[in-house]
């Protein structure tokens, strides 16, 4: 028998890491974490106040992982991905974040690099945070009818991920704000 002869990596170079086999994107089985807001003052928004249309607005969304819809509710900490769609249930609106499924390149890869100088005429990384704004006027002023504060509660219902997405904590975000428009 021939001895097969081993294969040497050059002096100070690693052998690349085995490839990791990706399939189709599929729906999870198990559902995300929901987060939920303390009170937030919603004194703004009385029946004496003249706004006209509301958003809650969200910034610094992190769409890294998987694609799911944001599913908001008012003082309904205990909603879920089951829970109906409606007024009566605390239901506000929804969003769409696209996710990018997880991070399929090499380590570094995925790391947000800001703008290193005003001369930097680069197109900014593609995963910088994201925001989203949600009509939320009807529930809004039904709530401020009744309430002083809200809770708000945001569902994540994931639609795709692959097996480098976190589905558990998919929803990230830096910081959520009401908009309001006066006619």
Known sequence: MAKKSRQRHPVGKTRAPDKVKITSPVRPTTPA???TSKPVSIAFAGPDHRFTSADLEILGIDHSQASYEGRVFFNNPKADAST???LAQGYAGSFYIFGHGGCFGDVGHCEINERLDAYDLRDPHPLRPTLARVPVTAALKQFAKSNAEISITIVPVVSAAT???DTKNVFRFQQMRFLTYNA
Request: glycine share 0%.
């Open 84 to 86: 109906p769609k409606t």
């Open 33 to 35: 974490h929901s987060y």
């Open 163 to 165: 097996e480098l997405s």
